[in-house]
């Protein structure tokens, strides 16, 4: 009997020590207000770390025993319905007997009301014993507190206060059906020419005469998409002339059945699937391909919010990849330091070569370093998105007045914002980096599918593509950074100042690194404001000074102005995630002694990186912007 919890002494620490329970759970509990709920924190997290750690043991026992059957038998389409193999029937089966698929749902519509972090630290759990096993994973609950969150925005649920309990929401029957373990839920977006760029998407939402929603249209790469329920991305309304965004503002969010099992007449199908994708790994995950021919919908929310929706579901699952990707390292690293500890090589075991120790000690360090910052992440997160809650519902949380709430959720909003491309970029990425280590330790027997290794690195692979590829998120790190200094030029100048203030003081020596660390960082921001700014400066010659500084702070064109940021925004979100692991990694051994040589660590590695992504980005990058430039002259000329 396994426990992919219990054995890991980095996670418990972060599970124990890395979370503000006590403010958590009284949040979560909406200040010990909530009916049959937790009356203060301890018995409250003494419940969650039973939780967390039977999915350790289901994890361990159920899962991970199954990976290599879940991964050599796939799921078949058969008259149009999808057979899912008995591995994954088994793991799933299991899971809904733990009740996991109701963790984090609130009591009065049939959950458990834990955390989030309770269902992140499970998704790397799991992930750690299948990868695709979680990601069907996370299309059970994950939709269902998605159609709590869409109610909840569009302001289709209410608080009964007498009750102190959600008295009406909207979906009520899709989270109770998916809660259950009974349905499972998609989210349909991607077709054969939109992937990234969404302005592009084509499928059609239209109203008949009565006001009855309709979907026609296809979607391709749709993570279980031989769900029930699925959350459309559909294009309601025409592009409007000179609207830059026009193509995203004219999506719509629509909540689609895809069948009904209707008695004497069998299943009844609104949405065909027209096949499941063949993919190079990712196996224990069904990825298929869509067609809708005039699918009777619902709308969420009003037209033309499609795209704000699609963000709110967005958030957690960025932040559920980059669990993912912790999970799927653990897994790579343990192999690989069994298979180093055990294999000789010129008189020693691989463990006691340089290299092989080099890329051990990296492998460990980047687990515990994206571990730390998954769950900064996930909490801000959850935070914020619960005292969303309490404020649109009006419910009162004793200790915490409608200014305060306003103010802690500005600030949980903004660390979650600031953190979560972070994650999401540098977990999937690094997933990749150890998986490929992991094979590359086993030597020979790394590409030999018994080892299990090639599978590993197979299914990293998908990490940095899907729910936003990684550029995607360089791209949104780099533009909320630099805007942020466009808006706010004085405070940034102030936080340069103290880092420098801080990387030249005397005394604490850790401070003094990440301080240094900060300034990189800055710095290289800096370059590229001063560097944007200045190209902006070129294009206003003739325009009179008076309107410059409108001209500054407005206008920006995101395509023209931001070339050189662009071209380094992948360099500049690793140093920003650097700076940020290195930040809280600080807080965390200035609390916790024990914790120093983490940081030390990860500092060691960080500081390097940081030297020589500040050097590509202040000195390279001339050369690609011309060629692009003539390129662009010449197909406009
Ligand atoms: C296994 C799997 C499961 C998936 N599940 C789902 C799902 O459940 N629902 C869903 O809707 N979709 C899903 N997808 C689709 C996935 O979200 C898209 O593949 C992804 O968004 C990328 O889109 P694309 O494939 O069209 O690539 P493109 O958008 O064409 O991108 C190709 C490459 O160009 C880069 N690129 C694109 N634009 C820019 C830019 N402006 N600057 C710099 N680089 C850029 C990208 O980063 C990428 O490297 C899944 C995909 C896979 C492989």
Known sequence: MGNFFDDNEDLKFQFEKGVDWPTLVEVTEFGYTTKDGFKSPEP??????????????????????????????????????????????AI????RQAECHRLCVPRELGGLNAPMITYFTGAELIARGDVATMTHFSFHEGMALAALAFSLNEGSTEYDKAQCAIGKTRFADVIQEISSGAAFGSMDITEPDAGSDMAQLKAKGEQDE???????????FITSGHAKYHYVIARTEAAKDGDAFAGLSGLSMFLVKAYEDVPG???????????????????????????????????????????KYMLVLMNNARLG???????????????????????????????????????????????QGLRALAFRASVHEE???KLQFAQRLGITVPNMDEL?????????????????????????????????????????????????????????????????????????????????????PKS???????????????????????????????????????????SKLKTLAGVPVAQWKDQLTKNWDPKRDFALAMLHAERLTKLLADEAIAEILLEQARAFPERRDVLERWLDRAEVRAHALTHEITTTGGRILSSLADAQAKAVG
Do not use: C
Request: hydrophobic content about 40%; glycine content about 8%.
């Open 492 to 534: 940034f100048a102030t936080r340069l100042a103290r880092a420098r203030w801080r990387a030249a003081a005397r005394g604490d020596v850790l401070g003094r690194r990440v301080a240094k660390l900060q300034v990189a960082s800055l710095s290289a921001q800096q370059f590229l404001i001063t560097r944007t700014a200045a």
């Open 265 to 307: 007449r069998g299943r009844v199908r609104h949405v065909t699937v027209d096949r499941i994708e063949e993919k190079l790994g990712h196996h224990g995950s069904v990825t298929a391909a869509l067609s809708f021919d005039r699918a009777p919908a619902q709308l969420i929310g009003r037209r033309g919010e499609g795209f």
């Open 92 to 95: 799933f089966e299991a899971l």
């Open 44 to 89: 409250a997290r003494e419940f969650y770390r039973e939780v967390v750690r039977q999915i350790g043991s289901l994890a361990a026992d159920v899962v991970a025993p199954r990976s290599v059957k879940l991964d050599r038998e796939e799921a078949i389409l058969v008259d149009g319905e999808t057979v899912e193999p008995e591995a994954t029937q």
């Open 321 to 367: 990849v980059g669990y993912e990707g912790i999970g799927l390292m653990e897994s790579a690293y343990r192999m690989a330091t069994a298979y180093a500890a055990e294999r000789r090589s010129m008189g020693k075991t691989l463990d006691r070569h340089e290299m092989i120790a080099d890329m051990l000690d990296e492998m460990r360090t980047d687990i």
């Open 383 to 385: 935070l914020s998105q």
């Open 404 to 488: 305060r709430i306003a103010s802690e959720l500005k600030r949980h909003r903004r660390l979650a914002r600031r953190y979560t491309p972070l994650l999401k970029y540098l977990s999937a990425e690094k997933a990749v980096e150890t998986a490929r280590r992991n094979l590359q330790i086993h030597g020979g027997a790394g590409y030999m599918r018994e080892y299990g290794a090639e599978k590993l690195l197979r299914d990293s692979l998908v990490l940095p593509i899907y729910e936003g590829t990684s550029q995607i998120q360089s791209l949104m790190a780099m533009k909320d950074v630099l805007s942020g200094i466009t808006r706010a």
């Open 210 to 220: 009565n006001g009855n929603w309709f979907i026609t249209g296809q979607k391709i």
